[in-house]
């Protein structure tokens, strides 16, 4: 199993990013896809996540209306496109796949935004 993320860096505030988490190794389209993230010092949050079909989507507060989550199950991707990037949203930023009780995590991605 192998869950590879790419698309993290630097970025000015009000700038864009695009994540990307491609998936190997297990039914992707059978699984639940989230965008976790942690700032230093705080807990890790669910950031977005979609479900199998691709139509049922659901995001945090802070990001709704900013932050887009999309998959492409041809692919075995997950993507999170952000928007109207903030200094609040620099983190480590975390794909995770579940279904039932299994779970896998990708690697982590920094996100660094500047003000």
């Known amino acids: 199993v192998q869950l590879v993320v790419t698309g993290g860096g630097l970025v000015q505030a009000g700038g864009s990013l695009r994540l990307s988490c491609s998936a190997s190794g297990f039914p992707f389209s059978a699984y639940n896809m989230t965008w976790y993230r942690q700032a230093p010092g705080k807990e890790r949050e669910l950031v977005a996540r979609i479900f199998p079909g691709g139509g049922t989507t659901s995001y945090a507060d802070s990001v709704k209306g900013r932050f887009t989550i999309s998959r492409d199950n041809h692919k075995n991707t997950v993507y999170l496109q952000m928007n109207n990037l903030k200094p609040e949203d620099s983190a480590v930023y975390y794909c995770?796949?579940?279904?039932?009780?299994?779970?896998?995590w990708g690697q982590g991605t920094q996100v660094t935004v500047s003000s």
């Open positions: 995770n796949a579940m279904w039932f009780a299994n779970r896998y």
